[in-house]
C-alpha cells in the first residue's frame, strides 16, 4: 500500500485505537480534516504501524476516478466513499453493516429491532440492512434511497427528529 501510495501519488491513512496517521500531509488531507472537525494529522512513517494488530481500517485520499486503480492492486480489500476525497479501505466484506450486526447479535437484538443512522455512502449497507434506516438530511440521493426515512441533518437534530417521529422519544412531530 505505502508503494502504490509513493507511485500514485496519494496519501495514505492507518486509523488505529491510537488515532489516525497518514504517511503524507495535503490540501485534501487538510480539507477532510476540517469537514470532520479533526485536527490534521501529522505525518508519519506507517511502516511501524502496519504491524499493529488494533488496526480499524485504511484509508485513501483520492478522488473516485482513480479508486478503481488504486483497487485493483488490493482484491481482497473495499472502498466505501462517504467523501469526494477520501475512501474508506476495509477488508472485503466487513464493513458498518457487518459491524451493526455483530454488535446486535452480541446485545441480542435482532437487526429489524436495530435503527441506524447514516449521511454518507459508507452507510448505505448499514442502512440497508437495520431494521429501520434512517438518512440524514445533508446525505447524497444514494444513502437517501437506502433508508426507509430521511430525517433533518444532523445540523437540524436530525436523530432527535427521527427518534420523536418514530414515536421513541417524546411526541412525533
Known amino acids: 500500500a505505502l508503494r502504490l501510495s509513493d507511485e500514485l501519488d496519494f496519501p495514505l491513512a492507518l486509523e488505529l485505537d491510537a488515532g489516525i496517521f497518514v504517511n503524507r500531509v495535503t490540501a485534501d488531507v487538510e480539507r477532510v480534516a476540517r469537514q470532520v472537525d479533526h485536527p490534521v494529522p501529522e505525518a508519519t512513517d506507517l511502516r511501524a504501524l502496519f504491524d499493529r494488530t488494533e488496526c480499524c481500517q485504511m484509508c485513501f485520499y483520492c478522488d473516485a476516478g482513480r479508486e478503481p486503480r488504486i483497487m485493483a492492486e488490493f482484491p481482497g480489500l473495499t472502498a466505501n466513499r462517504w467523501n469526494p476525497l477520501f475512501a474508506d479501505i ?16 452480541r446485545c441480542g437484538f435482532a437487526l429489524a429491532e436495530v435503527m441506524a443512522f447514516g449521511d454518507g455512502g459508507n452507510d448505505i449497507s448499514m442502512l440497508r440492512h437495520a431494521g429501520i434506516g434512517v438518512a440524514m438530511g445533508n446525505a447524497n440521493n444514494d444513502v437517501k434511497a437506502a433508508s ?22 417524546g411526541n412525533p412531530s
Not at 98 to 103: C, E, H, I, P, V
Not at 154 to 162: L, P, R, S, T
Request: proline letters at 0%.
Open 148 to 169: 426507509n426515512y430521511t430525517t433533518t441533518s444532523v445540523d437540524e437534530d436530525g436523530i432527535a427528529n427521527a427518534l420523536k417521529y418514530f414515536g421513541i422519544v
Open 90 to 105: 476495509n477488508v472485503r466484506g466487513v464493513d458498518k453493516a457487518s459491524g451493526m450486526a455483530a454488535m446486535a447479535a
